[in-house]
């Protein structure tokens, strides 16, 4: 790598820990350039293990409404109220992270399989911590205007702004270049009306914090079986059930596991916020209906941009996948018909070979 093209992250963690050789990175990660190491010297007894620094990746599609100006500020504010999420630690004028050593939740047990009881109690006890911290208990820093931010308890406001967002920075937004692919595969502007339809009338829940994103890869599991929570760039205050919705949606429990999980959440959050569950059998269904509609549109341009990649898989392996997306999130989007697999490859391909080699707009 060219001195010209080292970033900033990586010339941080080579000053901090004082030996470039020692860097690993950069790792794996979506929203950020991440860079891990010991520190050096006094630094290394003081703070032993590893940490992490990094920075946002330019040009990013956001697939999710973001509340909080940086994860670091909300972690400094939550304090110790939540337990076993990473520390965070100052050297000069660099805010690490620390890395916490173990195996993703997902690589022991993959999507589709159960979580083990220990792991499950863990879950249970987040559950509890995260609804126990109100809205007025969070005091980090905020990137939502004020006028974006429904009233405690307005549990449909809260839907319709994820609905909106979903609607107007990934659909509508990104219509310059994906409006032929979603109009490919029976997307259009009366999939919103179909899905408002099928997501309004939600009980009023009092909110709290949400990680909303909790699914396997942002679980470590420790080596004495301790679960983490890494990766709160997502998180938000709003609606408790829609984190067990997002949570039920990501994680892909046998059906028995599922359930359960769900009759946890119900028993961890009423006992700490009583009014919480309030009409939750019933309001379940429609935020795991905008779930599986949300899914649909992230994964169309996720598939298409996989095709724009160095080593792109075919479009038909994409097609499987992105077909079995387009069946969870048929009825919400008030699809007639759901384009078999043949009919996705062929709407990927198209797409694929008129590309103009413009870039989808990020949302900042």
Avoid at 167 to 187: I, M, S
Avoid at 286 to 296: E, F, G, I, N, T
Avoid at 306 to 324: H, I, N, Q, W
Wanted: charged fraction near 25%; glycine fraction near 8%.
């Amino acid at each position: 790598m060219s001195p010209e093209t080292v970033s900033n992250a990586r010339l941080n963690a080579a000053g901090v820990s004082g030996d470039d050789k020692v860097v690993e990175g950069p790792l794996q990660g979506y929203h950020h350039e991440t860079y891990v190491f010991p520190l050096a010297g006094e630094a290394a007894r003081l703070y032993p293990g590893r940490w992490k620094c990094r920075e946002p990746r330019d040009g990013l599609l956001w697939f999710d409404r973001r509340c909080f100006a940086s994860e670091e500020r909300l972690l400094t504010a939550l304090g110790d109220r939540v337990p076993r999420v990473p520390g965070l630690l100052e050297v000069g004028e660099t805010r690490l992270m620390r890395f916490i050593e173990g195996t993703t939740l997902g690589a022991r047990h993959p999507s589709g399989t159960e979580v083990p009881e220990a792991l499950c109690r863990q879950l249970t006890e987040l559950f509890g911590k995260l609804a126990a911290i109100g809205p007025d208990d969070v005091t980090a820093e905020r990137r939502c205007a004020a006028e974006d931010r429904p009233a405690d308890g307005d549990s449909d406001g809260f839907l319709e702004r994820l609905v909106h967002f979903t609607e107007h920075q990934v659909y509508r937004r990104n219509l310059d270049r994906f409006e032929p692919l979603f109009a490919g595969l029976g997307l259009t502007d009366t999939s919103f009306k179909h899905l408002r339809a099928q997501v309004r009338g939600l009980t009023g829940r009092p909110f709290c914090l949400l990680h909303a994103d909790l699914h396997r890869e942002n679980f470590i599991v420790d080596p004495v079986d301790r679960l983490w929570t890494i990766d709160w760039e997502l998180a938000m205050v709003g609606d408790p059930l829609y984190e067990l919705a997002t949570h039920l949606h990501l994680m892909r429990y046998p059906a028995p596991q599922a359930r359960e999980i769900a009759a946890r959440w119900h028993t961890s959050v009423r006992a700490v916020r009583p009014g919480a569950v309030r009409g939750w059998a019933d309001d379940l269904p429609p935020l795991l209906a905008y779930k599986r509609a949300q899914s649909v549109f992230t994964d169309v341009i996720r598939s298409a941009l996989a095709l724009e990649g160095p080593a792109a898989p075919a479009a038909g392996a994409l097609a499987v996948k992105l077909r079995e997306v387009l069946a969870r999130g048929a009825r919400p989007l008030g699809m007639t018909e759901v384009p078999d697999t043949e009919r996705v490859t062929a709407a990927l391909t198209r797409w694929h070979r008129a590309g103009d080699g413009r870039m989808p707009d990020a949302e900042g």
